[in-house]
């Protein structure tokens, strides 16, 4: 999993959306201001989805960054996250 996969809940008969639109989001998190940890870029990902796509009711975005300075033998460390509109949101 080098490098990024996005994954969105969208409903493409109401409203479809060109994958490469927030493919650029990620682009210019990714590209941008250099964090800390993985679950703050995954974060930043998914709260720009969430502001510039507002028919998009969730976000599933997995960061994955490879040559990790840990001992063993690693392809990649990453973070998986899910988020929810608050309103669409699982009971």
């Given at each position: 999993?080098p490098?990024?996969?996005?994954?969105?809940?969208?409903?493409?008969?109401?409203?479809?959306?060109?994958?490469?639109?927030?493919?650029?989001t990620?682009?210019?998190?990714?590209?941008?201001?250099?964090?800390?940890l993985?679950?703050?870029?995954?974060?930043?990902?998914?709260?720009?989805i969430?502001?510039?796509?507002?028919?998009?009711?969730?976000?599933?975005?997995?960061?994955?960054?490879p040559h990790?300075?840990?001992?063993?033998?690693l392809?990649?460390?990453?973070?998986?996250?899910?988020?929810?509109?608050?309103?669409?949101?699982?009971?």
């Amino acid at each position: 999993m080098p490098g990024w996969i996005f994954g969105a809940l969208v409903n493409p008969t109401t409203y479809p959306i060109p994958l490469a639109t927030p493919l650029f989001t990620v682009k210019e998190v990714v590209e941008g201001q250099s964090q800390n940890l993985l679950e703050s870029v995954a974060q930043m990902i998914a709260s720009k989805i969430f502001t510039n796509h507002p028919q998009i009711s969730a976000v599933r975005v997995q960061v994955g960054k490879p040559h990790v300075a840990v001992p063993g033998s690693l392809d990649y460390l990453g973070v998986e996250i899910i988020r929810y509109r608050s309103i669409d949101a699982p009971n």
